[in-house]
């Protein structure tokens, strides 16, 4: 399998946290990357009319907006906090031309996975109309079950596809991240499934290190890990995938390298183990 | 749902890692359980011959031995040294009386999970010969997988169930450790499955901390965090298991506390959790 064109590279902003958007984007630029996923921690510190301006001038295509979700709670009001702020970030989704944002969808310590499911496939449907109307996707993406107790009570690929199915509006979607599902040997067939209801939205990369040195930002540059990234690649492009490949690298070792070198580091993973 | 009678309370000696066998015993014993499952590094410690006078004179039932396991390689003599590492892990379990050893199957960073499966079930099989003459159970442990790079390639209780299914063995069987599998929404027609093979060998508790500090060594007494561990008991007896109820706890914390003080506090925790 050849190695893809840097046309359908894109790179998250997060992976080179410390740098602003306007830096951010000239080395990413620099390096040939044809795409931008924006965190909104990058777009609140930048505001959002410079963010605008940045974007429009960088010649990057905004693939998405990084993150919405965080919807169970244990009350209503919380529980409606939440989806004002999803609402927040469909806006200024529309406002930086990306049309998609990717959930995190949630979880709360203690409340039954089934329930936290239940209330995210709620707050999803009510967010439809106004994604909708501001021309943007929802994708969910499913986190590995490492993060159930928190971050996500959708952990595979296959509870990802159900409520695609279930809400059945094109606004929605999923988002395949190797990193949280590599492990799953439903993967490959889950995939298909989520081809067959046109919902890949967006496809992340990035590898599982050995031994993991942190739960939340120890992820490794593709290659550098035990995941076969270029496997599962074309398993999303077998099931009709052919948009940007997204790098989305927390790393808390990286983050503390000269970003310019990791980029130019990232930008030879890609081309040799995407 | 009523608590458990501490008559069906068992305790695995890493809980209390800080204690010699010796030690452990009469703590254990002092609280009023019942069981005790030993680990290796503890019957390396006191040797074989000690320990087997220890556990004999511990009026403690011995419920398994953990582990063996760590099946597969990238060649053929490490494989066979595995092997024989299990052969002398039934032996061991069969001197201290120990009816079942509990399997962490393994993994190689880098193998294909599946062939690393194909590996552990060949590995298994090989085993059932010297299990059966040892008089031993071997159970098939699923891991979180989040373990899934160095620890084990079977992550779900369906992937342990589809091997038990197909070895066909009375010697092996499964075992459900509620801080692996307790994120799977199959989970609870899996257990019913492995009852139905007549194949749930044991059964641990502990809980999951918010947050999780440290990937190995962090695990919460039962009621410290997210996992619903009566109810998960609750599907392991509708399915038919009666044993004993192990409490499986490695925590860096702990660890560093009084293991007298620290067992009382488990044993409070067994009462009102499990």
């Not at 993991?212 to 076969?228: H, Q, S, V, Y």
């Not at 690649?233 to 490949?245: C, L, N, P, T």
């Not at 997204?246 to 990232?266: A, C, G, L, P």
Request: hydrophobic share 45%.
């Amino acid at each position: 399998m050849s190695s893809v064109p840097l046309s359908r590279c894109c790179i998250h902003t997060i992976t080179t946290r410390p740098l602003s958007l306007a830096a951010a984007v000239e080395i990413y630029r620099d390096a040939g990357f044809a795409g931008i996923t924006v965190w909104r921690d990058a777009l609140a510190t930048a505001g959002i009319k410079e963010s605008v301006r940045i974007l429009a001038l960088s010649g990057l295509k905004v693939v998405s907006l990084c993150r919405g979700g965080f919807f169970p709670a244990t009350d209503e009001v919380d529980r409606r906090h939440a989806l004002d702020d999803n609402r927040r970030a469909i806006d200024e989704a529309a406002a930086i031309g990306a049309p998609l944002v990717v959930l995190v969808c949630g979880a709360v310590p203690g409340m039954p996975l089934r329930e936290a499911r239940k209330q995210i496939e709620a707050s999803i449907a009510a967010l439809i109309p106004h994604a909708r109307q501001a021309g943007v996707k929802l994708a969910i993406e499913p986190l590995h079950p490492m993060y159930a107790d928190t971050r996500s009570a959708v952990v595979t690929v296959s509870q990802a596809n159900d409520m695609v199915e279930r809400l059945a509006s094109p606004q929605v979607g999923v988002t395949i991240d190797v990193y949280h599902t590599w492990w799953d040997d439903r993967l490959e067939s889950e995939i298909a499934r989520s081809g067959r209801l046109g919902a890949i939205f967006s496809f992340h990369v990035c590898d599982w290190r050995t031994p993991l040195r942190d739960i939340l930002n120890d992820r490794g540059l593709m290659g550098e890990g035990c995941i076969p990234v270029r496997q599962i690649r074309s398993w999303v492009e077998r099931a009709g995938f052919d948009g940007m490949i997204e790098m989305e690298i927390f790393s808390n070792q990286y983050w503390q390298e000269n970003q310019r070198e990791f980029v130019s580091r990232i930008r030879s993973a890609f081309i040799e183990h995407v």
